[in-house]
């Protein structure tokens, strides 16, 4: 069994999007004869994310975390008591490509840790773009950590005692963990999904607020900074 596990907080501008992803990713022929569980963790939600995430038949844990790394660890915990080998994580504003699960276990490998490619690049410009493509490593063996494309097995997940209660980071936090435990980890390139430059991140120190950083660093723009953050992990340096 496989168990997909997506942390949301008012999502519902994105969530629907990422779900369509999801379940296409669910229903590859690989698992014709166990269709993987999907999972949204709604942590504070109070807005349309449950309504939606249910239309789209996915199933639902709340929760008042204000927290993605209790977020991840309680949906993962929920699918571990069912049974399930592998989990899988993304996030609600990403959208996976319909091989994405079966690559993952292709990999043979305890963990696998992949890339994300930016939706669009329209709010931050071409020079934004050019220095975050310059940075980015798009090989494989890259070195760059995501919550929003990310897979481990249930026994390298326990080994390594699982997503830790942190506000952010929580996703490289349990790679290095995984490391200590002698993980064979595949850092790969070839499975990337595509994930969102939004403004109105939810997490402070996620992928979003290093775009907005990027940004100021170079000058682009003067109100890139917001007070809110996104479930996602930055860039893991070698």
Excluded at 4 to 27: D, F, T
Excluded at 54 to 71: D, Q, R
Aim: include cysteine; aromatic fraction near 8%.
């Amino acid at each position: 069994m496989i168990g997909v596990v997506i942390p949301a907080h008012n999502e519902e501008k994105y969530i629907g999007q990422c779900l369509l992803s999801v379940m296409a990713a669910a229903r590859h022929r690989s698992f014709d004869a166990k269709p993987p569980m999907v999972l949204v963790v709604l942590d504070n939600c109070d807005d349309g994310t449950e309504e939606i995430a249910l239309a789209h038949g996915a199933s639902i844990l709340k929760a008042s975390f204000n927290n993605v790394g209790k977020a991840r660890a309680a949906g993962a915990e929920s699918l571990l008591t069912l049974g399930v080998k592998w989990l899988a994580f993304t996030d609600a504003d990403t959208r996976v490509p319909e091989d994405w699960l079966a690559r993952q276990l292709d990999f043979n490998a305890d963990a696998v840790c992949g890339i994300v490619e930016v939706d669009s690049w329209h709010r931050y410009g071409d020079r934004v773009r050019d220095h975050y493509m310059g940075l980015y490593q798009f090989s494989e063996g890259h070195r760059h950590v995501h919550g929003a494309n990310l897979g481990v097995s249930a026994q390298a997940y326990r080994r390594a005692g699982g997503f830790q209660p942190l506000a952010s980071h929580e996703d490289v936090q349990l790679v290095t963990d995984l490391e200590s435990t002698g993980a064979r980890i595949a850092w790969t390139a070839s499975n990337p999904v595509v994930t969102s430059a939004r403004d109105d991140f939810k997490c402070r120190e996620g992928f979003g607020e290093y775009l907005s950083n990027l940004a100021i660093s170079l000058c682009v723009t003067q109100d890139v900074v917001t007070t809110n953050g996104h479930i996602d992990s930055p860039i893991l340096e070698p």
